[in-house]
């Protein structure tokens, strides 16, 4: 089943639908922090973003993501990427992730204030039961941020993924479920106001 297309914004974030428009600022947004030198995360290096929006719009066009940019409202620029994917609609819930922020949008409002709007899309829209994450074991930023949102560590997954340098991963499981977010909105919310 695919997911409907969507805009969600906020007044610190716009997740617009991923297009090849958004190619340019994509770059500079890897660009701040040469993300792509990353190892327990994929960036396109420089040249190579073209190619993965026209693989995140094919997976699309085929029902298996929802991929985002996410965009400054108020300086126009784009901050980087995040998709929905996984989608299972018999229980239902969704997995969040691809995503990758400049370098200079670490450790900020942003990741707090998409997954917000990510997440209570995905309760109140979607009717989801859960919504999941999962991240590389060495992807320690990952996890605090993760944690920071009040998801649950829900397990360990060995040997579970191949890196981009061809590696094998574990992979560091995450949930929230819809019973739970209620209070993890209330306080997420408040952590913005601040």
Not at 19 to 35: P, S
Not at 129 to 146: F, M, P, Y
Request: proline share 5%.
């Amino acid at each position: 089943m695919s997911l409907p297309s969507v805009v969600l914004e906020n007044e610190l974030v716009k997740l617009e639908p991923l297009a090849l428009e958004h190619v340019a600022g994509l770059e500079q947004a890897a660009a701040d922090g040469e993300l792509w030198n990353l190892r327990v995360t994929y960036v396109p290096p420089p040249g190579a973003m073209h190619a993965y929006v026209e693989q995140a719009l094919a997976l699309q066009a085929g029902g298996a993501s929802l991929p985002f940019a996410v965009r400054d409202p108020r300086s126009g620029g784009i901050l980087g990427s995040t998709r929905y994917y996984d989608f299972h609609s018999d229980v239902p819930w969704v997995a969040i992730g691809y995503t990758w922020y400049a370098a200079s949008r670490q450790r900020t409002h942003v990741n707090t204030a998409c997954k917000l709007l990510l997440v209570d899309h995905a309760f109140d829209a979607l009717g989801c039961a859960a919504v999941r994450w999962e991240t590389d074991l060495l992807n320690t930023r990952s996890q605090h941020a993760i944690e920071r949102l009040g998801a649950h560590r829900d397990g360990v997954l060995r040997q579970h993924k191949r890196r981009h340098d061809g590696t094998l991963r574990d992979s560091v499981e995450y949930s929230i479920i819809a019973s739970e977010w209620p209070a993890l909105r209330a306080r997420l919310a408040a952590k913005l106001r601040r």
